[in-house]
């Protein structure tokens, strides 16, 4: 199983970045996905989910309205677009696949955003 | 929205010994519990789910237990690999998980 993610960068207050993360080894279309986000020296925080049939869609309250999850099974990828972002969203944003509705069994190795002016 | 709190912040051990983590639920979350380990520069990597299932390659010597809001990550005996820092997290609300603050167990 490999989770690569990508689109990380420096922003200001107020831009946007589009995040993607690139699955394989396992069933793709079969899989929920998750977006979970580090501050620097921080602890984790849940950002987004996205069910396997892309039917659902979950975000937390501190992105709610500012943050877009989507999928595209043909390219096996998760995107998160991120908009009207703020200093506070300044981290390391993990791609994690579901386990079963009940963990997260994999990870990758994270993308970092940093949002300053 | 259930919080967890995690304890002690940080555990100084030796290799060798028994660490025992501790997580406290704000209301009950069943069994609907994760632990992660999460060494510097790394990803975080599941152990436990569903309070006492360990996942796969996880050693033995790594066992969780708990229901409803009181739950213990158990290290049997310390090895030098296991020095890294372990969070919690509760699915009761899936898909919107929350995770504890962390626990830090650090060599002695």
């Known amino acids: 199983v490999q989770l690569v993610e990508s689109g990380g960068g420096v922003v200001q207050p107020g831009g946007s970045l589009r995040l993607s993360c690139a699955a394989s080894g396992f069933t793709f279309s079969r899989s929920g996905i998750h977006w979970v986000r580090q501050a620097p020296g921080k602890g984790l925080e849940w950002v987004t989910f996205i069910r396997s049939d892309g039917s659902d869609k979950k975000y937390a309250d501190s992105v709610e309205g500012r943050v877009t999850i989507s999928r595209d099974d043909s390219k096996n990828t998760v995107y998160l677009q991120m908009n009207s972002l703020r200093t506070e969203d300044t981290a390391l944003y993990y791609c994690?696949?579901?386990?079963?509705?009940?963990?997260?069994?994999?990870w990758g190795q994270g993308t970092l955003v940093t949002v300053s002016s | 929205e259930i919080v967890l709190t995690q304890s002690p912040a940080t555990l100084s051990l030796s290799p060798g010994e028994r660490a025992t983590l501790s997580c406290r639920a704000s209301q009950s979350v069943n069994t609907y519990l994760a632990w992660y380990q999460q060494k510097p520069g790394q990803a975080p990597r599941l152990l436990i789910h569903?309070?006492?299932n360990r996942a796969t390659d996880i050693p033995a010597r790594f066992s969780g237990s708990g229901s409803g809001t009181d739950f213990t990550l158990t290290i049997s005996s310390l090895e030098p690999e296991d020095f890294a820092v372990y969070y919690c997290?509760?699915?009761?609300?899936?898909?919107?998980?929350?995770f504890g603050g962390g626990t830090k167990v650090e060599i002695k």
């Open positions: 994690a696949k579901d386990l079963a509705e009940k963990a997260i069994d994999y």
């Open positions: 569903d309070a006492s």
């Open positions: 997290q509760q699915r009761s609300s899936w898909p919107k998980l929350t």
